[in-house]
């Protein structure tokens, strides 16, 4: 039976439609489908086209549904509206590990955790020549570059910014009514690519700028979207005079809600492996918000021998 076939055998990845986000609806099985059921229609998705469920508020799923998923190796994640909080997720043995495999080699060896590096800032800095900047250069340039943005802002909205204050663990307790509102927004941006990573199949803990921390990597993604998304939507409702955490996460939502961030997400995650320049993260091709991703290098080229341990210190940022 296909769906207790051989991971190799199933539906590679980058065949399948990246995520499908659903709430208040009834999730069951028949057959070799998982069934979409609310008042209004029933849908049917075929398993194994799907890479990663994304479960909203007010759904529930069958065992027999999870179970199905499980086999084809499609990645489940428990998430708030349109994915903006990320609660839990579950993975089956039918996904293989050569993802992770790749990112844990990368990751631990000094050279190759540094070109990863300089292919996520050149994400950030298209047109510049990132090729010999040290992991050092990379970090003052991104602060430059964040500060710059915050200045242009701040001249957009008439909102005053005299610098990024936040309280680690407590980030709603410190800092200005746009400095709340920045780190709920954040909150939310973190959320999503959460789930874009473990949807996947890598780690969050596993980061190539971002270390030390069970999310680096979600860091690392999170960090490419926030001049995006969050920057502007925390600088434009501190010129309304909206400053609740709500505000920003309804606020983030509505901008998200095309359903393009979490697809664009995914494949941003599989270009950080890949040996080849990239586009924007933002610049995402979709339909209906989810999106074939690229062939991943990593999927087809594994780690040539065990990983060790790097001498790469805990970044700062």
Same mark, same amino acid.
Request: hydrophobic share 35%; proline share 6%; with cysteine.
């Given at each position: 039976?296909?769906?207790?076939?051989?991971?190799?055998?199933?539906?590679?990845?980058?065949?399948?439609?990246?995520?499908?986000?659903?709430?208040?609806?009834?999730?069951?099985?028949?057959?070799?489908?998982?069934?979409?059921?609310?008042?209004?229609?029933?849908?049917?998705?075929?398993?194994?086209?799907?890479?990663?469920?994304?479960?909203?508020?007010?759904?529930?799923?069958?065992?027999?549904?999870?179970?199905?998923?499980?086999?084809?190796?499609?990645?489940?994640?428990?998430?708030?509206?349109?994915?903006?909080?990320?609660?839990?997720?579950?993975?089956?043995?039918?996904?293989?590990?050569?993802?992770?495999?790749?990112?844990?080699?990368?990751?631990?060896?000094?050279?190759?955790?540094?070109?990863?590096?300089?292919?996520?800032?050149?994400?950030?800095?298209?047109?510049?020549?990132?090729?010999?900047?040290?992991?050092?250069?990379?970090?003052?340039?991104?602060?430059?570059?964040?500060?710059?943005?915050?200045?242009?802002?701040?001249?957009?909205?008439?909102?005053?910014?005299?610098?990024?204050?936040?309280?680690?663990?407590?980030?709603?307790?410190?800092?200005?009514?746009?400095?709340?509102?920045?780190?709920?927004?954040?909150?939310?941006?973190?959320?999503?690519?959460?789930?874009?990573?473990?949807?996947?199949?890598?780690?969050?803990?596993?980061?190539?700028?971002?270390?030390?921390?069970?999310?680096?990597?979600?860091?690392?993604?999170?960090?490419?979207?926030?001049?995006?998304?969050?920057?502007?939507?925390?600088?434009?409702?501190?010129?309304?005079?909206?400053?609740?955490?709500?505000?920003?996460?309804?606020?983030?939502?509505?901008?998200?809600?095309?359903?393009?961030?979490?697809?664009?997400?995914? +494949? @941003?995650?599989? /270009?950080?492996?890949?040996?080849?320049? %990239?586009?924007?993260?933002?610049? *995402? &091709?979709?339909?209906?918000?989810?999106?074939?991703? +690229? @062939?991943?290098? /990593?999927?087809?080229?594994?780690?040539? %021998?065990?990983?060790?341990?790097? *001498? &790469?210190?805990?970044?700062?940022?």
């Amino acid at each position: 039976m296909w769906w207790l076939a051989d991971p190799k055998d199933l539906h590679r990845i980058s065949d399948r439609l990246s995520s499908v986000y659903v709430d208040r609806c009834h999730i069951d099985r028949d057959d070799n489908a998982v069934v979409l059921v609310n008042r209004e229609r029933t849908i049917r998705v075929p398993a194994a086209m799907v890479a990663t469920l994304l479960l909203g508020p007010g759904t529930r799923i069958t065992n027999a549904a999870v179970r199905l998923l499980a086999d084809s190796g499609t990645a489940i994640c428990w998430v708030g509206e349109y994915g903006v909080r990320f609660y839990a997720s579950g993975l089956g043995p039918s996904r293989s590990g050569e993802l992770l495999l790749r990112q844990a080699y990368l990751v631990t060896r000094t050279k190759e955790r540094l070109a990863v590096a300089r292919r996520m800032f050149g994400m950030r800095f298209p047109g510049e020549d990132v090729s010999t900047a040290t992991m050092q250069q990379l970090r003052g340039r991104e602060g430059a570059r964040v500060k710059k943005i915050y200045r242009e802002q701040s001249a957009r909205t008439g909102v005053p910014w005299d610098g990024r204050t936040y309280k680690p663990g407590q980030p709603f307790e410190a800092g200005d009514d746009f400095n709340r509102l920045l780190s709920a927004a954040h909150s939310c941006l973190y959320g999503i690519s959460h789930a874009a990573v473990v949807g996947l199949g890598a780690s969050p803990a596993l980061g190539f700028i971002h270390t030390g921390g069970t999310t680096s990597f979600v860091l690392d993604i999170a960090d490419l979207y926030k001049a995006e998304f969050t920057i502007p939507i925390a600088f434009d409702l501190a010129a309304k005079g909206l400053t609740s955490e709500r505000d920003a996460r309804t606020a983030f939502r509505d901008r998200v809600r095309d359903g393009k961030l979490i697809p664009g997400s995914s +494949a @941003t995650s599989r /270009a950080c492996y890949s040996k080849t320049a %990239t586009p924007s993260p933002t610049k *995402t &091709s979709t339909n209906c918000g989810t999106t074939n991703l +690229a @062939t991943c290098p /990593a999927a087809s080229t594994g780690p040539p %021998t065990t990983p060790t341990a790097s *001498t &790469s210190k805990p970044s700062s940022q």
